[in-house]
């Protein structure tokens, strides 16, 4: 089976949900898929679907580089569950609280720093990392 085949529920979507720059190419026996998913929402459906195609990714057939769209200055929504969102002052678990954002707070976006995290500022002025899965761009 083509790689394009086996993963073709996931470039459907992903064309579905308009990811910007969307790209897709095989090298190597490995399919490559990037691109810009316009929220948290759509990033978090891509790998999802990923994951239901090939439980656990194990296959290392795929290599999926999706960004979300949000630039420095963005306003991002606090998407935890019901809990506040720590704000560290290094992009790991192990760095030291410097602050929280409640759910459904809107903190504003400085850079991110990587696909996991990325660095806000609160409407306090607190300034550090926070994990980017629970931040969503409005």
Request: a negative charge; zero cysteines.
């Given at each position: 089976?083509?790689?394009?085949?086996?993963?073709?529920?996931?470039?459907?979507?992903?064309?579905?949900?308009?990811?910007?720059?969307?790209?897709?190419?095989?090298?190597?026996?490995?399919l490559?898929?990037?691109?810009?998913?316009?929220?948290?929402?759509?990033y978090?459906?891509?790998?999802?679907?990923?994951?239901?195609?090939?439980?656990?990714?194990?296959s290392?057939?795929?290599?999926?580089?999706?960004?979300?769209?949000?630039?420095?200055?963005?306003?991002l929504?606090?998407?935890?569950?019901s809990?506040?969102?720590?704000?560290?002052?290094?992009?790991?678990?192990?760095?030291?609280?410097?602050?929280?954002?409640a759910?459904?707070?809107?903190v504003?976006?400085?850079?991110?720093?990587?696909?996991?995290?990325?660095k806000?500022?609160?409407?306090?002025?607190?300034?550090?990392?926070?994990?980017?899965?629970?931040?969503?761009?409005?």
């Amino acid at each position: 089976m083509a790689l394009q085949d086996k993963y073709a529920e996931l470039i459907q979507t992903a064309t579905s949900l308009s990811v910007a720059n969307l790209s897709v190419a095989e090298q190597d026996g490995i399919l490559h898929i990037s691109g810009t998913a316009e929220s948290t929402a759509d990033y978090d459906a891509l790998w999802a679907l990923y994951n239901k195609i090939d439980p656990s990714m194990t296959s290392g057939d795929l290599i999926m580089n999706i960004d979300i769209k949000a630039d420095a200055g963005a306003q991002l929504k606090v998407i935890t569950d019901s809990t506040n969102l720590n704000i560290r002052n290094t992009p790991t678990t192990d760095g030291e609280i410097v602050g929280k954002a409640a759910h459904n707070e809107v903190v504003t976006l400085v850079e991110k720093t990587d696909d996991s995290w990325w660095k806000v500022r609160t409407n306090a002025g607190e300034e550090g990392y926070a994990y980017a899965q629970y931040l969503s761009p409005l």
